[in-house]
């Protein structure tokens, strides 16, 4: 995805277990704060379709 | 490569004649210059159709898939690679083949001698290194090694890696090939760059598709962007949705692409895709060591667990 | 029937002017081929171009069109009603298609437009094109226009016919469409007609002498449609087939399309799109049958519809005009030329013997 330009850090992997709540809630904030801080993604992102 | 002909020829019929396949699979001449169309030959007269040349650039894996024959197939490096990953896909069964290798120097790029003439070319004429393009009043002569398809010019697999036949005994790797310089380009690239680089690598799509259906590795019953319910992908000419279908498509390709460069020579409208897959075919590399389909015992990165698998990503 | 000299120092001039009321459309050099674009400012078609990657029928009949725009928003009056898109059917001009490809547009209309059926889209955009032809002096090699109905000065279907006669065109003025061109474009000095009419007929032969690749299609219409659908040669031809859209993208006669809903949120729009009968997804049933269900079903489909379902339905020759784009596009390199002789010589040759 980086490769073709998405911007690095839009793209967030974990593994979390159900019974890791604790890293849960925090790999959820801080993947939220990542992506607010890239701010609203606007490559790859299908408004009404652009034809001719 | 032109003497292969009389070689291929011989071993087809024999095959044929004593009962070991039911069809040979390989090339007659084309009927336009730098093309030939492949073939299937079951008779003695088909056989004398056969033909070889450095117009034979379309991957004979892709005509392999579900047949249910025993099958004499005709097989250059990248081809019998794609062999080895049909026999790991189950796509073809390894006793149902008699695989006829073909130590392989490289394919012409007819886009290349086309642009390099002031003219349509009509005639092309082939010698063991070079190759004549004439046109009306044209006529002018190039190295083959100057007009190859670029990723033959790159490759270092010209030797088919199962066979059992040989047409001739295997050409010399290339050796110190810089696989990756396009791939290392793109990477020096900011984001927004490269965002931009791949809008204009696929601008000219019209989506027919030739690409994928020229891949070995497309057989699924039926492509994500042919399905309608759900439909995943829209199907106009929208730039998210053209970009959606080449990227997927790569990726689906991630540890299974030989380079074998048949998507490339088969569009109309001349895009580089290879730029997609180059990279997951470095990464693989990289990652885990992976070259594609190099024996068909050994399971590919992506189908398999191995404790030492990279895992960085993953937070 | 006018005839006009355009003086080549006068082209330029004429065109730009012709901008005024025209949008121009005409062959463009853009990296590796040529293709018909909009031609900016300034710009001049390339006419040395010897034929366009792919055909100008978008210009027409776009790849992808929207018909209608609609909202799902019930606080808006017009909710949940499909509206026409908006369009620009101003007057265009495509200046410098070859007749092949406007002879095309003679061929698409007979679906497009018919007593019982009009397509509004495709008709709207045909009535406010002006095809300016530029006659082909330099066929390429997979060129067989002269036996598929056309030619390299064929008239049909072009509102003007330009002829480069060297330090001038000739311009045979050939519907009111292209006299309100020409007049648009300044471009005034009569010529003689019987002259100029000489001179285009010379240049016709010599292009004509020039084309060395031909199909037959004599028999076509008199074999039996059943007797061609089983002939044995469809597994041989289409073999190599990959069921790729290029043959039918690139050609100047498929007409085929497919009408698809997109919405994003609560609006949405309807949109017509090229469809290709090479691929499954295109007779495919709701039911989940398919009845062409295998490539040979396909490929036979495509050719059979050229050359003689068409061929039997109008009476007007085979639905081909011999552009070659086909031909030189495969990327398996299955020629209709070869096809349609095999075609048209299978009832003499007997259904067993048909290949070659």
């Known amino acids: 995805m980086e490769h073709m330009g998405i911007e690095p850090g839009r793209l967030q992997f974990s593994w979390i277990s159900s019974a890791e709540s604790t890293k849960f809630v925090e790999v959820v904030t801080q993947v939220t704060a990542a992506i607010k801080a890239l701010g609203p993604n606007s490559n790859f992102a299908k408004k009404m379709a652009e034809v001719a | ?37 492949p073939h299937f030959a079951k008779t003695p007269a088909d056989v004398q159709k056969l033909v070889w040349d450095s117009h034979c650039g379309i991957n004979l894996a892709n005509y392999l898939t579900d047949r249910k024959e025993k099958i004499g197939v005709l097989a250059k490096g990248c081809d019998s690679r794609n062999i080895v990953t049909h026999i790991i896909e189950n796509k073809i069964k390894r006793e149902q083949l008699v695989i006829i290798g073909v130590p392989c120097k490289g394919m012409v790029d007819k886009r290349k001698i086309a642009m390099k003439a002031e003219t349509e070319i009509t005639e092309v004429i082939e010698a063991e290194t070079t190759i004549t393009a004439k ?17 033959c010019s790159l490759c270092i697999h010209r030797n088919p890696v199962i066979h059992d036949e040989m047409v001739a005994p295997p050409v010399v790797e290339q050796q110190g090939v810089d696989r990756y310089a396009d791939v290392r380009s793109i990477a020096a690239m900011t984001p927004e760059q490269r965002w931009k680089y791949f809008e204009d690598l696929l601008a000219p799509c019209i989506r027919c598709y030739a690409c994928r259906n020229a891949c070995p590795l497309c057989y699924c019953p039926t492509c994500f962007v042919d399905e309608s319910r759900p439909q995943w992908v829209g199907k106009s000419l929208d730039p998210s949705d053209v970009r959606t279908f080449h990227f997927l498509r790569a990726y ?21 895709m290879r730029t997609f897959t180059k990279k997951l075919e470095q990464d693989c590399l990289d990652l885990f060591g992976w070259e594609v389909g190099l024996d068909p015992e050994v399971r590919p990165p992506l189908d398999v667990y191995r404790p030492q698998d990279p895992n960085d990503f993953i937070k | 029937m006018k005839m006009i000299t355009i003086n080549k120092s006068e082209w330029a ?62 606080s808006r009056a017009d909710h949940h009603i499909l509206k026409e ?23 698409v209309r007979m679906n497009f437009d018919t007593p019982e059926y009009q397509d509004p889209y495709w008709i709207r955009a045909y009535e406010a094109t002006t ?67 000489r001179t285009i007929a010379a240049l016709k032969q010599a292009s004509e ?14 074999t039996e449609t059943t007797d061609l659908h089983n002939a044995a040669f469809w597994e041989e031809v289409s073999f190599s087939c990959i069921n790729c859209g290029t043959c039918t993208f690139s050609c100047p006669t498929c007409w085929c399309f497919d009408i698809q809903d997109e919405n994003r949120g609560k609006a949405g729009v309807r949109m017509k799109n090229w469809d290709s009968c090479m691929y499954p997804l295109f007779t495919l049933h709701g039911t989940g049958h398919n009845p062409r269900g295998t490539k040979l079903h396909r490929v036979r489909q495509r050719f059979m519809h050229k050359l003689k379902y068409f061929v039997d339905k109008y009476d007007r020759g085979i639905h081909c005009v011999g552009c070659g784009r086909c031909v030189r596009l495969c990327p398996v390199n299955i020629d209709i030329r070869r ?18």
Not at chain 2, 252 to 272: L, S
């Open chain 3, 13 to 74: 001039d004429g065109l730009q002017k012709a901008a005024q009321a025209y949008r121009l459309f005409g062959p463009v050099k853009e990296k590796e081929f040529h293709s018909f674009k909009r031609l900016q400012d300034g710009v001049l078609p390339d006419l040395a171009c010897l034929n366009t990657r792919l055909s100008p029928k978008h210009l027409i009949y776009p790849q992808s069109e929207v018909m209608f725009d609609y909202t799902l928003d019930e």
């Open chain 2, 252 to 272: 689906h390709c991630a540890g299974r692409c030989t380079d074998c460069g048949a998507c490339e020579r088969a569009c109309p409208v001349g895009i580089n």
């Open chain 2, 1 to 37: 490569m032109l003497s292969y002909t009389e070689k291929i020829r011989e071993i087809a019929g024999r095959l044929l004649q004593s009962g070991a396949v039911e069809m040979v699979i390989g090339f007659r001449a084309g009927t336009v210059p730098m093309m030939n169309e």
């Open chain 3, 209 to 222: 002498s020039k084309i060395t690749s031909f199909v037959q299609t004599d028999n076509l219409r008199s």
């Open chain 2, 135 to 151: 046109g009306h009043g044209f006529s002018k002569t190039f190295e083959k090694k100057d007009v190859l398809q670029h990723n």
């Open chain 3, 131 to 197: 095809l300016v032809g530029l006659g082909c002096a330099a066929p390429c090699s997979s060129c067989f226009c002269t036996t598929a109905g056309c030619g390299p000065y064929h008239e049909e279907g072009l509102d003007v016919l330009l002829a480069d006669a060297g330090n001038h065109y000739l311009a045979k003025v050939l519907t009111e469409k292209g006299a309100k061109f020409v007049a648009a474009a300044g471009w005034k000095t009569a010529a003689e007609p019987q002259a100029a009419d």
């Open chain 3, 85 to 107: 898109a908006a369009r620009d059917d101003s007057p265009q001009a495509v200046v410098g298609i070859r007749p092949c490809d406007a002879k095309a547009f003679v061929l």
């Open chain 3, 339 to 356: 096809v349609c002789n095999m075609m048209n010589n299978f009832a003499a040759s007997g259904a067993a013997c048909a290949i070659e």
